[in-house]
């Protein structure tokens, strides 16, 4: 069965530091990786998303950097955090064929 | 005017009450999706449908595409269902979903 891991789980870093979340998806081949944040109290936003290693389309202007170095591995990056970068950050997976998506357990950012 | 619009936005119901939530869209859609979001930010995906009606328990949802609504229906409610109830559809053309803002579902004992 395909999982979806995420990691940390919470971070608190402070302002002007990097950042680097990772997420790997077991058991599925070729799938297409997400990533979306979800501000305090808000729906969540889509921030870049990859049909493939080396491929990523970024859906807003930001602070953030997405990169898949392996098919199965999607990382997201800063090189100076904002506070405006403080939130829940999910990655996501599925396949073109099926439009189903599933997440990951999420990571929750705090830049102080 | 959103793509997606949910409504209510917060519902509070006892425990026991048959619940329902409204998803409306404006696009072309390949697909809608409910989603379920606890207080600890975890994502689950309850159903995806493209018409038609799914039931999974005590979970019941509908699509009718050519009036663009879905609704959620909970039977049976409990404390238990307490969380974000989330609506989002796949577009005809591209991988992204449109997300509805979500219903936060409080259901008391």
């Known amino acids: 069965s395909q999982t979806i891991h995420q990691w940390p789980a919470t971070l608190v870093q402070p302002v002007g530091s990097p950042l680097s979340l990772e997420c790997t998806v077991e058991?599925?081949?070729?799938?297409?990786l997400y990533w979306y944040r979800q501000a305090a109290g808000r729906g969540l936003q889509l921030l870049f998303y990859?049909?493939?290693?080396?491929?990523i389309s970024s859906e807003v202007p930001q602070n953030l950097s997405a990169s898949r170095p392996q098919d199965r591995q999607f990382i997201l990056s800063s090189k100076k955090l904002l506070l405006s970068d403080s939130g829940f950050y999910l990655c996501?997976?599925?396949?073109?064929?099926?439009?189903?998506?599933?997440f990951g357990p999420g990571t929750r950012l705090t830049v102080l | 005017k959103n793509e997606v619009e949910q409504s209510p936005q917060n519902l509070t119901a006892q425990e026991g009450e048959f619940i329902t939530i409204n998803c409306s869209y404006s696009?072309?859609?390949?697909?809608l999706h409910w989603l379920q979001q606890h207080p600890g930010g975890g994502i689950v995906s309850l159903f995806m449908?493209?018409?038609?009606?799914k039931k999974h328990g005590r979970l019941i949802a509908t699509i009718n595409i050519q009036e663009k609504h879905s609704s959620l229906h909970i039977t049976a409610s409990h404390p238990r269902d307490s969380a974000v109830y989330i609506c989002?559809?796949?577009?005809?053309?591209?991988?992204?979903?449109?997300w509805g803002a979500g219903t936060k579902l409080i259901i008391k004992p």
């Open positions: 996501a997976w599925d396949l073109t064929a099926s439009n189903e998506q599933f």
């Open positions: 058991g599925t081949s070729n799938p297409n």
């Open positions: 990859s049909v493939g290693i080396g491929q």
């Open positions: 696009v072309g859609i390949s697909a």
């Open positions: 449908l493209s018409s038609g009606k």
């Open positions: 989002a559809v796949s577009l005809d053309s591209n991988y992204q979903l449109i």
